[in-house]
């Protein structure tokens, strides 16, 4: 590879330095985040060496002591604290255009409504000025900034920033796809959102929160709808010099791919199931070596993301991403922030609650928070008590209901699901309203035909093949 290379990289630097599009930073960061991939620095995980970490380490949840009732140790905290969300997603998977925060989630209001909802109720309580950061990508960046505008009269501060653009590779070239002519949106890419460090130093907010006393960031997905503001956390932060922090939660079988935290060689550090050798992929997969999993809620200390940035000592693990577009094969190079806990001192996981961790990747996961398994209360959705059981039901539902519209036109309401354990859907089917699904509920609508479900249904544990099993 290393011969490759020297051949490569000067090619593919001149090529970007004629890139009017890219910033200098940009430049740099891009060749950097190349010349790493090119030098197959990987760094490589002894199996034998990888150590459970302690209670030290990933601290449980609950050993967190709670802030007192004095609002103003509350304040004093919240003063010290930026609430970011990555927003660089598109809502394209669930077909909708524009950015994938602004996709209503309950009672009308979006992901990014409840963000702002959950932020104006801590600024009111306790008179403090929590900001609200955005870090967007070049898809969701002009879209963003008309929609931030219905805010104006909130008390949060809301700040914009946009992640790197880089340049997609043609893979077996190794040059720019915008140096050969690519000149549209699909010639570049976001670098993931290990990114979030250094764009956010290159935008000059990082020393303006400084400067405000600011001292620690909350990262999280704008997507995960239960990464709200927790002060136990932040509390144990400050006090014990802990410079980043990630939430972690018990894994369940949904969750087998997500990366965990480990000790090695006396830190801790994240292991994504890229890095594991074939041999131990079942091992990693297994609910009890490897009991947590990643939320990607991080909480930075912000002079040290300052200090890092600046000693260009960030160097996650670098994900290649091959794709195909317009029927090119192109390389893009990502990193995830959750990787960069290594390099940071004092650095610990926190097992928190799996209500901390309720994203919404596809119209399934609409459905558990649209239904009456949750209340909304001051922005944040709540889980109803009336359900015994912790872990949330299976949804499955098929092709039919993958985007957003089609999903709601199906559901004349969202039915009733405190009691259900499992729901399959697949084929034309339709709900009426006031449906009750309890237990394990199967509904396939036969090819060519429609399926309805009458309203005020009540299906327990039932398979309905037909309108004969209603």
């Known amino acids: 590879m290393a011969a490759v290379a020297t051949e490569k990289l000067p090619q593919l630097k001149s090529a970007v330095d004629g890139l009017s599009e890219m910033s200098a930073n940009e430049k740099s960061g891009f060749i950097n985040l190349v010349s790493r991939y090119l030098s197959g620095e990987a760094q490589h995980i002894e199996w034998s060496k990888i150590q459970t970490p302690t209670d030290e380490i990933v ?8 802030v007192s009732e004095d609002v103003s140790e509350t304040k004093y905290l919240l003063d010290k604290l930026v609430v970011l969300k990555l927003n660089g997603g598109l809502g394209t998977t669930m077909g909708c255009t524009g950015p994938k925060s602004v996709i209503e989630v309950r009672d009308g209001l979006t992901f990014l409504d409840l963000i702002v909802i959950q ?36 008390n949060v501060d809301i700040h914009t920033f946009n992640q790197s653009k880089y340049p997609r590779v043609v893979a077996d070239e190794f040059v720019p796809w915008p ?12 670098p993931g959102h290990g990114d979030v460090f250094p764009s956010l130093m290159n935008s000059g907010k990082l020393d303006a929160f400084l400067s405000q006393g600011k001292e620690y960031v909350f990262v999280a997905n704008s997507d995960n709808l239960g990464a ?43 292991l994504e199931i890229a890095q594991v050798p074939d041999e131990h992929v079942n091992e ?22 300052k200090k890092l940035v600046e000693a260009d000592a960030l160097q996650m693990e670098i994900i290649p991403n091959p794709k195909e577009v317009d029927g090119v094969k192109v390389l ?43 209340t909304l209360v ?22 039919e209901f993958k985007k957003v519209a089609s999903f709601l036109s199906r559901f004349k309401s969202i039915p009733s699901i405190v009691e259900l354990d499992s729901l399959k859907v697949s084929g034309d089917v339709w709900f009426g309203s006031g449906v009750v699904l309890k237990g394990k509920v199967s509904v396939k609508a036969n090819s060519g035909t429609k399926l309805e479900i009458p309203d005020k249904s009540v299906v327990e544990n039932k398979d309905i093949n037909g309108p004969e099993d209603l």
């Open 59 to 66: 601290v449980p949840y609950d050993k967190m002591n709670s």
């Open 179 to 190: 140096s050969k002519g690519k000149t549209d949106k699909d010639g570049w890419y976001p």
């Open 228 to 270: 709200i503001v927790d002060l136990k956390i932040l509390k144990h932060l400050i006090k014990n010099k802990n410079e980043y922090c990630m939430e972690v939660t018990p894994k369940t079988l949904a969750d087998v791919k997500g990366g965990t935290l480990i000790s090695y060689e006396g830190k801790v550090q994240l």
């Open 332 to 374: 893009q190079l990502e990193t995830a922030a959750g990787a960069a806990i290594r390099f940071f001192d004092n650095a610990i996981g926190v097992n928190v609650p799996r209500s901390r961790f309720l994203p919404v990747k596809a119209t399934s996961d609409l459905l558990l928070v649209q239904s009456d398994l949750y």
């Open 119 to 154: 932020i104006e109720n801590l600024n009111n309580k306790y008179a403090c000025k929590v900001p609200l950061v955005l870090m967007n990508s070049f898809n969701t960046h002009d879209d963003t900034q008309k929609i931030v505008e219905k805010y104006t009269n909130s």
């Open 284 to 305: 990693f997969k297994s609910i009890e070596k490897f009991k947590i999993f990643n939320t990607n809620n991080l909480w930075v200390n912000l002079k040290a993301i």
């Open 378 to 399: 001051d922005g944040f959705v709540k889980r109803n008590k009336a359900r015994t059981n912790p872990t949330n039901p299976a949804i499955e539902l098929g092709p």
